[in-house]
């Protein structure tokens, strides 16, 4: 289509770092269009009639699809919703965002703007949390509408009609009605109100699944979907001509234009046999393909998603180790350059004997190569930074594995290519140092001074996540959390040892305004998957893995937060788990329980 309103002409205030948001059309009517800002959602809408219109061909249910499209990819972080329609949207446009607000838990602040039989004036009307304007008002000035987002939580909208002349004098009142008498409180429950139908009871353990192997929380249930070297089932009753890959490892999930994801997993098998894996899923979760899509690389471990939507794929293959970008839509893959490849001529390799220590200059075992990699583990990005476009932080299992922090060349962001951005030469690394005399950090370019302080302080790092300029990454051989304030230069260390969450913290995962950092575990038998309440410390245990001698593995959710996925690495025993009441993962719940503090 060749509309001006394409992209925005200017940045946005308020952007860190400058920035715009990216305009989406609908394909089978390109006149639908959204954009996100500032955690609003809004989206432009065309239901017409007649030859004098734009473009006559938007039957009115087109509007429905494409608002159900796009809040399907949702993750229930939006806070409000402006939608500019031509006339009023339909029943099924309205069917469409109350189905969004039950799976996130409450309504939201929405705005409707649209004309209706061309009237002279404007009016305003509201119905709960909904306001409608209806406008191409002929004998009034245009109207200023901003929306206002209170510290304490909420939004609102402030309409601005900057005509001295009543314009809208016959709309309805929309002031609110005279008061009640104010009623006496009520007790404050014990936990939090449940309002919404919730069952689920994170941390109380009491249902048991496939045949007993997995212990749940109530209100929990599961569905088993992979097992090593065997096709995976489809819902139409076919299967994979691929079988499944072995060592199922960290995994992410990308969502899909129609509404459904790919849930990326990486296969830990060493000697090349290693790569990722790709499960494709429909929106309502059904699993409908699958093939690998990166082959020829090895033990690959952990990574991270980018915020292009791509996954990153680590390699913890000893001094061979790099990471990998997978594009499970387009196919793309490369290796990046999200960790330094260190010149093997500097390097001093120790081995130990049984006779003692020997030192050996790197060229000498292997004058083959001309770069070192490394046991890399997971992968996070900061697109919040105000001094840079983004930063990227890739964790090492090593006794000395240093934090790495890349921050690429503005040119890899000069040509509006995202495969570009971890790609293009001359980024630069630095590499944390803790400093645990007044709990400051800082970053060195020296890679020995973040080796050093490693090896110290937070050996055999696993998972890491960055969220709100918040960094939490894990140290398994210390069974702690360390969490990083990336505005402030602060950070912190926690015990990651609490009840049933007893053996090493491996990969992290999160829902975004959740509240809860999820934990994967490692160390044998026992291994389970644990929350832990971002604001109070507390943890609790979400399943347990009674028949698996095996670590946790891909922890990850579905772009609506409906289905969260675990693998048990062992035989590639991949799970998928659901909350019975129909609410997603970070909708209300019942309760939590959690691990007691004796």
């Known amino acids: 289509m060749n509309s001006p309103f394409d992209q925005f002409s200017q940045d946005f205030p308020g952007v860190v770092g400058g920035g715009r948001p990216t305009i989406e059309r609908q394909l089978t009517n390109p006149e639908n269009f959204y954009f996100e800002y500032n955690s609003v959602a809004f989206f432009g809408l065309n239901s017409v009639v007649g030859s004098s219109y734009v473009k006559d061909i938007a039957p009115e249910d087109l509007n429905a699809v494409w608002v159900e499209q796009i809040l399907n990819m949702s993750t229930c972080t939006i806070k409000s919703l402006v939608l500019m329609a031509h006339v009023e949207p339909s029943s099924d446009v309205d069917a469409k965002l109350n189905n969004y607000f039950n799976r996130c838990g409450s309504p939201l602040p929405t705005l409707f703007i649209h004309g209706n039989s061309h009237p002279k004036t404007y009016c305003m009307t509201k119905s709960g949390l909904t306001l409608t304007i209806t406008v191409e008002a002929f004998q009034s000035s245009p109207l200023l509408v901003s929306i206002v987002r209170d510290p304490a939580g909420g939004d609102y909208f402030h309409v601005y009609d900057p005509d001295p002349s009543d314009s809208n004098e016959n709309c309805p009142s929309l002031q609110p009605a005279t008061p009640s008498p104010t009623a006496p409180p009520t007790p404050k429950p014990t936990h939090a109100p449940n309002t919404f139908g919730a069952t689920y009871v994170p941390g109380d353990l009491q249902v048991s699944c496939d045949d007993g192997k997995l212990t749940l929380s109530k209100g929990m249930n599961c569905k088993l979907l992979t097992t090593e070297k065997q096709p995976i089932q489809y819902s139409n009753g076919t299967s994979s ?55 020829g690389t090895s033990r690959n471990c952990g990574g991270g998603r980018s915020y292009w939507n791509t996954w990153i794929s680590c390699e913890e293959d000893g001094d061979r180790g790099h990471c990998y ?25 120790v081995f130990i004997s049984r006779t003692g220590i020997m030192s050996f200059t790197e060229e000498c075992q292997f004058s083959n190569r001309s770069y070192m990699g490394g046991n890399y583990e997971s992968f996070a990005y900061d697109n919040a930074d105000p001094d840079v476009e983004a930063r990227f932080f890739t964790t090492e299992d090593s006794p000395n594995g240093a934090l790495v922090r890349y921050t690429p060349h503005p040119n890899a962001f000069a040509t509006n290519n995202s495969y570009d951005i971890l790609t293009t030469d001359n980024g630069s690394y630095d590499f944390l140092v803790l400093n645990t005399a007044n709990g400051t950090f800082s970053w060195s370019t020296n890679r020995t001074d973040g080796e050093a302080n490693a090896l110290d302080l937070f050996p055999n790092t696993e998972g890491i996540d960055v969220h709100n300029r918040i960094l939490n990454f894990v140290s398994k051989k210390k069974k702690s959390l360390f969490t990083l304030d990336l505005e402030a230069g602060t950070w912190k260390s926690t015990s990651t040892v609490s009840g049933a969450f007893d053996l090493q913290p491996d990969q992290l995962g999160r829902i975004i305004d959740d509240g809860v950092l999820y934990f994967c575990e490692d160390g044998g038998s026992g291994c389970d998957v644990h929350g832990r309440d971002v604001k109070t410390g507390q943890f609790f245990t979400i399943v347990t893995g009674d028949g698996y001698d095996t670590e946790t593995t891909g922890l990850a959710f579905s772009p609506n937060n409906m289905f969260m996925y675990v693998a048990f690495q ?12 129909g609410l997603p993962f970070n909708g209300a719940v019942a309760y939590t329980k959690y691990h007691s503090s004796s």
């Open 241 to 295: 001509q691929e079988v499944m890959h072995a060592r199922a490892d960290g995994a992410g999930v990308i969502p899909h234009i129609d509404g459904g994801w790919y849930l990326v997993s990486n296969s830990e098998v060493g000697t090349g046999g290693g790569g990722v894996g790709t499960l494709r899923f429909d929106a309502t979760g059904e699993v409908i393909g699958y093939e690998r899509t990166l082959n």
């Open 325 to 349: 970008e997978v594009d499970p839509y387009t196919k793309y893959t490369n290796q990046t350059k999200v960790v330094d490849q260190v010149s093997v001529s500097n390097i001093a390799i």
């Open 570 to 581: 062992r035989d590639s025993k991949l799970y998928s788990f659901w909350r019975d009441d």
